[in-house]
């Protein structure tokens, strides 16, 4: 019985045997042996980065031409020189990606529930998107550690994943299992590109921040010593921090949680701090540019709008083009900001640094008279960035105001300590109310005048910079405030001196409505020179046509070009205005951050034809990322920064007002900052800088 079964058993596999060869014969597939070729070019990491489940299917789709050779992630450039060179093909540069982590809160996010279910960041998401306040927080049980094939992820001591930046292959395996969006993806064109979300984790300070820079990244960076760290950190978002570092007046500051329970930190003197670390060095920190990519994009204006729109083009691959009216570039960084507010050594450092990315300049052409719009684009320029400007200040408009004696701010400020020299013992009085009329007073009483200021507002309604008021009384400027011009007094055809008249608000307890003249407080103060600081506005004549017909559509409440606020595209789908040209008189910081939004739009005009809308950008503070209260164990006093005496200031159009930190203080005042998120912050912040030894210690005591 055994013995026929077995017989039985071996006749049928004879016979499955016979059937599967004849099946062989007929149904035989010979592999491409390219495809085998490709495949051993290939990693083996079956980690489906590319988007095929795995290697061999990767190779199959090189070979039939749905994928190129770059599509595997785990492998790099070096792979993908092989898989070209059997492929007989060019490789195209592709930009490597990496993940990051967004969420800053880890463990000291504040939590809604314990959970204790399965150890898995998705299972815990399902019940009310995990047990953190914050929708975006890191719920940090490791599920996106786990499905790395790459080991580039831990874990740190808060339970938010760090990320080997060199062991990244960008496979996406870490984003995919990531149930809240903490980490993500990103490039370096879309890190410098990218505009603020509603979904980011964004502390208040980057919310208010025109050019968006991560500043407690940065203030962090600092702290730990990482300088070249904190200073790339800063240039993602801000390529003149030596500048901006001296003449932001710093809004973010403003709403620094901080705030809550002491000053602000000093964001401002850190990112001076940081900007100064590389200048005073002598040697430039290395920025990453992407291979030319062809195409070219015409900047009109050298000033910060037009340089921070070259410096973000040139990062990505296209190829910028400056036209600049003057024989230096700058703007009204060069020549027109007293050079004790801005040295020139710092503007030569800052231009040339974004200048040797390889950023041409052509000097002494003037749009509207040299070139037009046509010009360039018969010469192939794809798109035109214009960044003007808003250099021309309005006449006034009282009796006698086109008499001799009577000047500009801008034509003051660019002559003043080279041509005008000569107003020692003169009586000046200024107009206006802006840090441009405080840096003429402050011009003119370093040049020995007896100076008055106009000014028809009370202090806090001043725009100028609260310092910059400041140090202009304290030099000694007469700031008369609530004042405002009458008629010129004229002697044949020259000014002798003004008129002017009290004003008052209409809610004069409130200082709000309008300020109105008060009749019968008419003074009069004689002068050698008036000058008029009342505002800078945009000269339109170079955007008119033979016919006096605006070129493009002007903003009738800025006075200059109209463009789109996010993209800044004018109605000319190719031309692009930002800066003061659009915005009129305006903040550097917020020309620097038009230049990068420019960019932004430019880069995927020209290389996708189409400007994508901003998902869910942030266009507001968001009101839930505003504290009414907090709790911050270590107190620890703002930092003072020096400033030369006011007797200095008066000998001096070189020396700086406002001074250099030591790394120690910046250090200091670094441990000041609470690393905000969203809604979460270190209440610990600065324990290594408490008040005093006994402070720290009655606090720890108090934490036992």
Known sequence: MVTSSILILFVAGLCAAAVLAAASKVLHVEEDPLIAEVEACLPGANCGGCGYPGCSAAAKGIVEGDALPTICVAGGNEIAEQIARVMGADVTF?????????????????????????????????????????????????????????????????????????????????????????????????????????????????????????????????????????????????????????????????????????????????????????????????????????????????????LSCAYFLRRIGHEPVIFERREQVGGMLRGVIPEYRLPRKVVDWEVQSILDHGITVKNGVEFGKDFTLSDLESEGYEAIFIATGAWKVPPLDIENSNVTGIVSAVDFLVNVDRKTTALKGKKVVVIGNSNTAMDVVSSCVRLGSEVHVLIPCIQRKMSANKNEVKRASEIGGNLLYLTSPTRILAENGKMTGIEYCELQYDDPQKATGKAKP???????????????????????????DQNGEFLFSMDSKSGGIKSDPTTLQTDIPHVFAGGEVHTGRNIIIQAVADGRRAARAIHYFVSQGDIPDSENPQLRIIPETILKDMHVTYTIPRINVPEITVEERKSTFREEVKGGITYEAARKEASRCLRCGLTCYDSEAGAEYAVDADVKKFCEMGRE
């Open 518 to 544: 008060i009749k019968g407080t008419e003074k009069i103060l004689t002068a050698d020179l008036l000058v008029v600081a009342t505002d800078r506005i945009v000269d339109e004549s170079p955007f008119k």
């Open 94 to 306: 592709k930009e490597p990606k990496v993940a990051h982590n967004i969420c800053r809160g880890g463990s000291r996010a504040n939590r809604i529930f314990d959970y204790e279910g399965i150890h898995d960041c998705r299972a815990e998401a399902l019940l009310y998107g995990g047990d953190k306040i914050c929708g975006l927080g890191c719920i940090g049980m490791g599920t996106c550690v786990k499905v790395c094939a790459f080991d580039a992820l831990r874990l740190n001591s808060d339970n938010l994943p760090v990320v080997d930046m060199n062991a990244c292959r960008s496979c996406g395996k870490c984003a995919e299992v990531c149930p809240t969006g903490a980490i993500r993806l990103s490039g370096m064109t879309q890190d410098l590109l990218h505009l603020n979300k509603g979904d980011d984790c964004l502390a208040p300070c980057m919310q208010k921040c025109p050019a968006q820079v991560d500043v407690s990244v940065y203030i962090n960076q600092l702290k730990r010593g990482d300088m070249r760290g904190a200073l790339l950190t800063i240039k993602e978002r801000n390529p003149l921090p030596l500048t901006v570092g001296r003449l932001c007046p710093a809004p973010c500051e403003t709403i620094c949680r901080r705030n809550i329970v002491g000053e602000g930190v000093a964001i401002h003197t850190l990112l001076r701090f940081v900007a100064d670390w590389e200048m005073d060095s002598g040697v430039r920190v290395k920025v990453d540019c992407n291979p030319p990519t062809g195409h070219r994009v015409a900047i009109i204006g050298s000033g910060p709008a037009g």
